[in-house]
């Protein structure tokens, strides 16, 4: 691990986890599409025993995951979702966590619906403000949870702030990096102690796989996270992997063009007569503006924007007028991609806490994909035109 570290962003995207095949020389690393390893004698083997535990492709994405976020231990899940999952099993009835309000639906539900009725305690705090997770620490803290941006809100944390907070008392600090990825942010070098990432965004990059991983510094913590992999058994398939270590290749020019449309689509909506507030933290308005400019390399393709007037109907009329923004939740891919939050990706989050954060009738969020700028922003201008009044 870190063998690459001096390395420029651009190279390690390329070369992280990857070795040629000892066996052939072939540059990609094989699909070991098996699920069970011949051993020479009993526990005499070559360092894999069964898939669930091991398997090589699997490996080598995870050592591709801990370079890119300058870690040490990087863990394959079947899903974002399962690897938060792992991190929340490492804690038992009474234990408490504080975590972001604005954090994607997924997550809270998760929180809410699954691991809060087995004894886990959420407290769920403005986390823009440090002050607020630290008044909120009880000595039953064990983990505090937040995202950087966050979804769909784009607010911006201040990583090493709260990590000031949480590391004197031992408190593990969980940083969702999804929205900004590696090319844009490394948590780990602000104070986290674990980096989460849905896979299946931007890491992936093609929409063609469904992922999540941890990766962490601290050989403890890893060793847990490990055992808990292993023994729930949520992990990802050989040939997902295979298609993440081949997206990951170009993940750095993919970032870059994301980077540029978003920037050039966001200065465009603030300029639109007919859309309100346009959330993207490359503003210099935007209230998290300067934390973004300190802890982020650059500020992602990533918008949500009101229409004025917050119509529903409009929204989804609008969402359903563009034609080369696909109508679709997830987000990350090379194809842009824009969705109605209050009705798809945040539905499971209660209409009052919705209405509390600020995600309105009227809020739409895109995923600004890699195709040319000029042609996102007319679908967007014919979509505009014909659902808002």
Not at 116 to 127: E, K, L, S, Y
Not at 175 to 202: C, W
Not at 237 to 257: A, C, M, N, W, Y
Not at 345 to 350: L, N, Y
């Amino acid at each position: 691990m870190n063998e690459l570290k001096h390395l420029g962003k651009g190279t390690r995207a390329v070369h992280a986890g990857v070795e040629p095949d000892p066996s052939t020389g072939a540059i990609m690393t094989p699909i070991f599409q098996t699920s069970t390893y011949v051993q020479e004698a009993v526990g005499v083997h070559k360092g894999w025993e069964y898939s669930r535990s091991h398997n090589p492709t699997r490996a080598a994405l995870e050592s591709a995951f801990a370079e890119l976020e300058n870690g040490k231990y990087g863990l394959a899940f079947a899903s974002g979702l399962a690897a938060i999952d792992a991190v929340l099993k490492t804690l038992k009835p009474g234990d408490e966590v504080i975590a972001g309000q604005d954090l994607y639906g997924g997550t809270a539900r998760l929180f809410r619906t699954n691991h809060a009725p087995m004894g886990i305690v959420f407290h769920f705090v403005d986390t823009q403000k440090p002050e607020l997770v630290e008044s909120a620490i009880t000595d039953k803290t064990k983990l505090v949870w937040l995202e950087s941006p966050t979804n769909p809100l784009m607010q911006i944390t201040d990583i090493a702030a709260v990590a000031k907070i949480t590391k004197p008392r031992g408190i593990w600090l969980a940083v969702d990096n999804t929205f900004a990825s590696p090319m844009l942010q490394r948590p780990l070098e602000h104070g986290a102690d674990i980096v989460m990432h849905s896979v299946t965004k931007y890491l992936g990059g093609h929409s063609d796989v469904v992922m999540g991983a941890l990766i962490t510094e601290d050989e403890q913590i890893d060793a847990q996270l490990r055992t808990i992999q292993n023994n729930c058994g949520a992990i990802a398939q050989p040939f997902d992997s295979f298609l993440v270590l081949r997206g990951l290749k170009t993940l750095h020019l993919r970032i870059e063009r994301h980077c540029q449309n978003g920037r050039k689509i966001a200065h465009w909506l603030q300029s639109h007569p007919k859309i309100g507030k346009v959330y993207w933290p490359g503003f210099e308005t935007h209230p998290g503006h300067e934390v973004a400019k300190k802890q982020m390399d650059d500020f992602g393709g990533m918008i949500a924007f009101e229409i004025h007037g917050n119509n529903l109907e409009q929204a989804k009329k609008l969402v359903a007028s563009t034609q080369l923004f696909a109508l679709a939740e997830s987000l990350g891919g090379v194809e842009s991609l824009i969705e109605h939050p209050a009705a798809m990706t945040h539905a499971s989050v209660p209409a009052e806490i919705r209405a509390q954060l600020g995600i309105s009738d009227g809020f739409i969020r895109i995923s600004v994909g890699v195709e040319d700028a000029d042609d996102l922003i007319a679908d967007l201008e014919q979509a505009i035109s014909i659902a808002v009044q």
